[in-house]
C-alpha cells in the first residue's frame, strides 16, 4: 500500500484524468485530506492538465495539406526515403526488451515486417534494440544504426557509439560495418565507438576480429582487451580490465535467451554484488529470456522468478528462489 | 451496412476501417488519417526537429511510409504513436544531419549567446497556455518530450514509452519530474486569484 509521502506528481496527473486505481485513490484522497499545500498542489497540476488539453486541441485541429502532395512524392521515381526503416516486430521486440518482460508480453503495434532496420539517437539519448537474430545493440546517445542487407546477413553499420550483445551463430559472423573499420564476431559483447577518425573497440567477452576499412590490416581482440583504428592503422589489442566489466554509459544490461535461471541468477550476482540462492534443482534448469536495462536487481529477479512460475524472497543482499 | 459517400450524418470511420481501406490503396483513406493526425505529427516532429519546415517535411515523409507500406499494416495497436515513433526517428535523423552542419558552420563563425526573450516578449505571453508554451521549451529533452506525448498528444504511458523507446516506469519519472518544475515555474499563473 502507498504511503501519503509518496504521492509525485505522475500519480496526481493520472488520478485527474480518472486512471488512477482504487489504492491510488485511497492514497490521493488521505494525502489531501492531510495538508493545504497537496490541495494547492493538486489544483496547479489540474490546471496544467487543462492548459495542455488545449494545447492540444490547438494541434489536432491544424489542417492537413492533403494526400495529393504525399501521393505525388509517392509516385515520384526516386523521390521518398533513401533508406528503409525499423521493421516494427523488431522495434516491439526492441521496446519490450527495454522494459524487461520478453517472455511476458506480446506485441500490440501495427507492423511492417521485413524490413531493414534503422534506429537513430538523439543528443541525449539511448537506446535498445534486438535484432532478429537475438542480438541486443545498446545504443549511445548521438549515434545510428542501421541493419544492411537482409536479417540473415547479420550485417550493420554504425555511426556513434553501441554495445552489441551478440547472439551466438557460429556459422554466420555478425559484422558491423563503420567508415574507419569493420569488426567481424560470432557471439560476444563489445562496444565500438566510431568518431571522425578514430574507431574504438573495446570487447567484454568473447573475440572481435578488428580491420580497418581498406582491409589492410586486421587484429583479434580478446574479452577485457581494448584496440581501435586511428588514421587507417588498426592499434593492437592492450588488456584494460578484467572481461566482464561494461563502460559506464552502458549501465547495467543483462540479456538472457534460453539462460538456465543458474546461470541467469550467477549474471545477477555479478552485476548486483548479491547473493542469489536457488533451493531447488528443477527450478534452476528452467529457462529463461528477456533482456533488462537499468532495472534494479529486485525488479529483474521478479520477473524471472514470474517466468519459470517460482517465488521470490528478498532479504538483504540475497534473494532466495524456490518453487 | 457501408454508409453512402458523401453524407454528413455519417459517422466517421475508425481506425481498422481506414487502415483496411487503406491497404486496398483507398486514396480517401489517407486523405481522413492525414486530416485525423496531421497536425499532432507536425507538433511532435517540430519539437523533435526543432523547425517548422523540417517538421512538415517530416510529417509528409511519414505518411508518404503510411502510403508506402499499405498493404502491411495491421489495424491493431495505437496508430497514432506509430506514426509519432516515425516521425521521431525522421525527425532525429534531420536533426543530426543538422547539427553536423552547424558545427562545420560554427567552426568558421563566432559564438552566440542564447537568445533570451525580452520584457517585450514575456508581457505578450501572460496567458498560461502562451507561458505553458515557452515552459516546455525550457524543459530538458526528454521531460519536455514525455510531457508533449502526454499533455498534448494525451498518449498512455505504454504509448509515450513505445514512442520513445523507454520503459513505462521512465516516462512516469520524467513526467513526475516535468511536472514538478512547471508548476514551480509557472505556479503564479496556476493558482487561482
Redesign the interface.
Known amino acids: 500500500m502507498s504511503s501519503a509521502n509518496e504521492v509525485?506528481?505522475?500519480l496526481?496527473?493520472r488520478t485527474i484524468r480518472g486512471d488512477a486505481t482504487s489504492e491510488e485513490l485511497e492514497t490521493i484522497e488521505a494525502w489531501l485530506a492531510a495538508d493545504s499545500a497537496h490541495r494547492?498542489?493538486y489544483?496547479?497540476?489540474e490546471?496544467?492538465?487543462e492548459?495542455?488539453?488545449?494545447?492540444?486541441e490547438r494541434?489536432?485541429?491544424?489542417?492537413?495539406?492533403?494526400?495529393a502532395?504525399?501521393?505525388a512524392?509517392?509516385h515520384r521515381p526516386g523521390r521518398?526515403?533513401g533508406r528503409r526503416?525499423?521493421p516494427?516486430g523488431i522495434?516491439?521486440a526492441?521496446?519490450l526488451a527495454?522494459?524487461?518482460s520478453l517472455a511476458l508480453r506480446g506485441?500490440?503495434?501495427?507492423?511492417?515486417?521485413d524490413?531493414p532496420l534503422?534506429?537513430?539517437?538523439?543528443?541525449?539519448?539511448t537506446?535498445?534494440v534486438e535484432l532478429e537474430d537475438g542480438t541486443v545493440v545498446r545504443l549511445g546517445s548521438?549515434s545510428?544504426l542501421d541493419v544492411v542487407g537482409s536479417a540473415d546477413a547479420r550485417e550493420t553499420r554504425l555511426e556513434g557509439r553501441a554495445y552489441f550483445n551478440v547472439a551466438a551463430r557460429p556459422d554466420v559472423p555478425f559484422r558491423v560495418r563503420s567508415s574507419l573499420g569493420d569488426a567481424r564476431v560470432l557471439g560476444t559483447r563489445f562496444e565500438l565507438s566510431v568518431g571522425d577518425r578514430q574507431l574504438r573497440l573495446f570487447v567484454v567477452e568473447g573475440r572481435v576480429g578488428l580491420s580497418a576499412a581498406d582491409g589492410r590490416e586486421s587484429v583479434e581482440v580478446a574479452g577485457g582487451e581494448l584496440s581501435g583504428v586511428v588514421d587507417g592503422a588498426v592499434l593492437p589489442p592492450r588488456r584494460v580490465v578484467g572481461p566482464d566489466s561494461l563502460p559506464d554509459w552502458i549501465g547495467t544490461m543483462l540479456v538472457f535467451r534460453s539462460t538456465a535461471l543458474s546461470e541467469a541468477a550467477r549474471e545477477l550476482e555479478r552485476a548486483y554484488g548479491i547473493r542469489v540462492t536457488i533451493t531447488d534443482s528443477d527450478v534452476a534448469r528452467r529457462t529463461v529470456t528477456g533482456t533488462f536495462v537499468n532495472?534494479g536487481a529486485e525488479d529483474v529477479m521478479r520477473a524471472l522468478c514470474s517466468i519459470v512460475d517460482a517465488s521470490c524472497r528478498f532479504r538483504p543482499e540475497e534473494i532466495v528462489v524456490s518453487e | 451496412m457501408t454508409a453512402p459517400e458523401g453524407d454528413p450524418t455519417a459517422p466517421e470511420p475508425d481506425q481498422e476501417v481506414l487502415?483496411r481501406r487503406l491497404a486496398a490503396d483507398d486514396?480517401?483513406a489517407?486523405?481522413l488519417l492525414?486530416?485525423r493526425h496531421?497536425?499532432?505529427v507536425?507538433?511532435y516532429a517540430e519539437r523533435?526537429a526543432g523547425s517548422g519546415a523540417a517538421a512538415?517535411d517530416v510529417a509528409?515523409?511519414t505518411?508518404?511510409?503510411l502510403?508506402?507500406?499499405r498493404d502491411?499494416?495491421?489495424?491493431?495497436?495505437?496508430?497514432r504513436?506509430?506514426l509519432l515513433?516515425?516521425a521521431r526517428?525522421?525527425a532525429?535523423?534531420h536533426?543530426?544531419k543538422e547539427?553536423s552542419r552547424a558545427r562545420a558552420r560554427e567552426r568558421a563563425a563566432p559564438t552566440r549567446d542564447a537568445r533570451v526573450p525580452g520584457p517585450a516578449e514575456r508581457l505578450e505571453a501572460t496567458e498560461?497556455?502562451e507561458e505553458?508554451?515557452r515552459a516546455i521549451q525550457r524543459l530538458?529533452?526528454?521531460r519536455r518530450e514525455t510531457?508533449v506525448l502526454?499533455?498534448?498528444?494525451?498518449l498512455s504511458y505504454r504509448e509515450i514509452?513505445?514512442v520513445?523507446?523507454?520503459?513505462?516506469?521512465t516516462v512516469?519519472?520524467q513526467?513526475?519530474r516535468a511536472?514538478?518544475t512547471?508548476?514551480r515555474e509557472?505556479?503564479h499563473?496556476?493558482?487561482?486569484w
Open positions: 509525485n506528481d505522475a496526481i496527473e494547492r498542489r489544483r496547479r497540476i490546471r496544467l492538465v492548459a495542455g488539453r488545449e494545447l492540444g494541434i489536432e485541429s491544424v489542417a492537413s495539406p492533403g494526400a502532395a504525399v501521393l512524392a509517392a521518398g526515403p526503416w525499423l516494427w522495434a516491439a526492441a521496446l527495454l522494459v524487461g506485441g500490440e503495434d501495427p507492423r511492417i515486417p524490413e534503422s534506429v537513430a539517437t538523439g543528443e541525449d539519448e537506446a535498445t548521438d545510428r532495472r | 487502415l486514396e480517401d489517407l486523405e492525414m486530416a496531421w497536425g499532432p507536425v507538433d523533435v512538415e509528409q515523409r505518411f508518404l511510409r502510403w508506402q507500406h502491411r499494416w495491421t489495424p491493431d495497436g495505437s496508430l504513436g506509430l515513433r516515425m526517428n525522421l532525429i535523423s536533426q543530426r547539427r498560461l497556455g505553458l508554451e530538458p529533452e526528454r510531457f502526454r499533455f498534448l498528444h494525451d514509452g513505445d520513445m523507446g523507454v520503459a513505462e516506469q512516469a519519472n513526467l513526475s511536472l514538478k512547471l508548476r509557472l505556479g499563473l496556476l493558482d487561482p
